[in-house]
Nanobody, 127 residues
Framework: QVQLVESGGGLVQPGGSLRLFCVVS????????MGWFRQSPGKEREFVAT????????DYADSVKGRFTISRDNARNTLYLQLNSLKPEDTAVYYC????????????????????WGQGTQVTVSS
């Protein structure tokens, strides 16, 4: 069973930054396209960012483009999400997800494309 463990969430003021981490237990981490999603109370889980197996391709939701950066270190089985210029509307539980693919440039946008999920880490943006 593949396990994903997120960390790095917390309370930050508007305009501040956080870095989220997601460590994956599978030693073949490099065979997964990875993604970040978020969910706030009363709302559906929404796509935030996705990255291909090698990290060469990445894409973002329009709401975070230019402020968030997704990256990965395949040697450390770790996925990252750098959150800058945070806004109160970024408040949510952030989840990482892993989607198995045979293609190195695949990126996924839909939750159903992902096979494994972490437990989530809370990000709260408030003054």
């Amino acid at each position: 069973q593949v396990q994903l463990v997120e960390s790095g969430g917390g309370l930050v003021q508007p305009g501040g930054s956080l870095r989220l981490f997601c460590v994956v237990s599978d030693h073949i981490f490099s065979l997964y396209a990875m993604g970040w999603f978020r969910q706030s109370p009363g709302k559906e889980r929404e796509f935030v960012a996705t990255i291909s197996r090698t990290g060469r391709r990445a894409d973002y939701a329009d709401s975070v483009k230019g402020r968030f950066t997704i990256s990965r270190d395949n040697a450390r089985n770790t996925l990252y999400l750098q959150l800058n210029s945070l806004k109160p509307e970024d408040t949510a539980v952030y989840y990482c997800a892993a989607g198995r693919t045979n293609f190195i440039d695949t990126i996924y946008y839909r939750p159903n494309d992902y096979n494994y999920w972490g437990q989530g880490t809370q990000v709260t943006v408030s003054s």
